[in-house]
DNA sequence: GATAAGATTAACT
DNA sequence: GTTAATCTTATCC
């Protein structure tokens, strides 16, 4: 009993990311709201938060890195939807992004905050001690919390040590949207998704 | 081969 | 509000 449902689950898992292939970074950024992430760490802890906060971008769209084509870097982003792009940044961070769309177009979601939800203590030992919503409330903040690196460049979400677990919709009352923070092209559209109320937004 | 910019953060004043 | 830290990637010689 126990493997078949095991196994219906993992069945309805890969479904469930499936979905990603279909859908458009737009579309896709405000549905990842309150869906989940899990981390299972080298020495098997187990980590959890919620995604409270994303960007949209996609090949029409100046500030992605995406826009001027395929490269080395954005392969990722031009792959399947379901997997993780993973970048390098001012020297020091990583951010990333949920895959979104069919193999070709370059677009993902970048997963800019997120709600602690298990393994409290070890995203806390993660950011040197940090407590409270500082731990993961910033693109970087929450890769380094979650050991997110290049070792995880195109990741398979529906996979450990990293998988994406999706929950149902937000209402449209729940969720904001803003201009995306810390671009400097294609600054006024309203790519940017947040829960409302929700002490682990970024700003 | 060299250079400039960057989907940021934390520690300052 | 300002700034240093720090290095990959893209772009331009």
Redesign the pocket.
């Known amino acids: 009993m126990v493997t078949v449902r095991q196994s219906r689950g993992c069945i309805i898992n890969n479904m469930q990311l499936d979905f990603l292939k279909n859908m458009s970074a737009l579309e896709a950024a405000p549905r990842l709201l309150g869906c989940e992430l899990e981390r299972t760490l080298d020495d098997s802890t187990i980590l959890r938060v919620k995604i409270v906060e994303t960007?949209a971008?996609d090949q029409t769209d100046e500030?992605?890195?995406?826009f001027?084509g395929e490269?080395?870097?954005?392969k990722v982003?031009f792959g399947e939807g379901g997997h993780l792009?993973v970048?390098?940044?001012?020297?020091?961070?990583y951010?990333a992004?949920i895959v979104t769309g069919k193999k070709g177009e370059g677009a993902?979601?970048?997963l800019?905050a997120g709600e602690p939800l298990v393994g409290i203590e070890a995203i806390s030992a993660n950011?040197?001690g940090?407590t409270g919503k500082?731990m993961t409330?910033?693109?970087?903040?929450?890769t380094?919390a979650l050991k997110i690196d290049?070792n995880l460049r195109g990741h398979d979400l529906t996979q450990a040590p990293l998988k994406l677990i999706i929950k149902p919709p937000l209402t449209p009352e729940q969720i904001i949207s803003s201009p995306?923070?810390?671009?400097?092209?294609a600054k006024s559209e309203l790519r940017r998704f947040y829960i409302a109320d929700n002490p682990y937004v970024?700003k």
């Open positions: 960007e971008y500030a992605s890195h995406s001027r490269t080395e870097r954005t982003m792009y970048y390098f940044t001012y020297g020091m961070h951010c992004n993902g979601v970048l800019r950011r040197r940090m500082v409330n910033g693109p970087a903040k929450l380094e290049f995306r923070i810390g671009i400097s092209r970024s």
